[in-house]
């Protein structure tokens, strides 16, 4: 059984953090997208409708991470998609395993992560998107299903996902 499946949510994020920063001290920190500037940092971690959820920092990805608590991931192969609805709306997630996790879906927000200079930053980018994906559109804005599309480095760095815009 994946140590997911059991953890709360700040045993999963530490171990995620761990699980992560092996694979960057053993695969990553020598390409050109590594971010030497930056650690790995799990932001919101929670259970929500069945699911540990919240963002993944990297030097080289921000991602949403999605863990079913159910098992559900071990009947989809590697790469494919599934959806989960977030108070923000439907979210597409890449499923994927990692060792010491077993299987996991993600959804990337940023990669590479050159973008970013501190830490600090990256991490207030994460509460914000986080914020945002846990809260509902008004009902002037956008579709649901447009949100993860939405989340882009852009709209981040100016600004337009830490308010609501009218």
Excluded at 15 to 43: K, Q
Excluded at 120 to 139: F, G, H, K, N, S
Aim: aromatic share 8%; charged share 20%; net charge negative.
């Amino acid at each position: 059984m994946s140590g997911s499946s059991t953890a709360n949510p700040v045993e999963f994020a530490s171990l995620l953090e761990a699980c992560y920063r092996r694979i960057g001290d053993r695969a990553m920190r020598d390409l050109p997208i590594y971010n030497d500037a930056l650690d790995v940092a799990a932001v919101g971690f929670a259970i929500r409708d069945g699911a540990m959820s919240g963002i993944l920092i990297t030097p080289w990805f921000m991602n949403l991470m999605l863990c079913p608590r159910d098992g559900s991931l071990a009947s989809h192969s590697p790469g494919s998609l599934i959806a989960h609805d977030f108070p923000a709306g439907s979210i597409d997630f890449t499923v994927g395993a990692i060792d010491g996790i077993g299987p996991i879906a993600s959804c990337s927000l940023f990669s590479p992560m050159d973008e970013f200079s501190t830490m600090d930053q990256a991490r207030a980018t994460a509460e914000a998107a986080w914020l945002e994906i846990l809260m509902p559109p008004a009902e002037h804005e956008r579709p649901a299903a447009k949100v993860a599309a939405a989340v882009d480095r852009r709209r981040f760095l100016r600004g337009e996902l830490a308010e609501r815009q009218p």
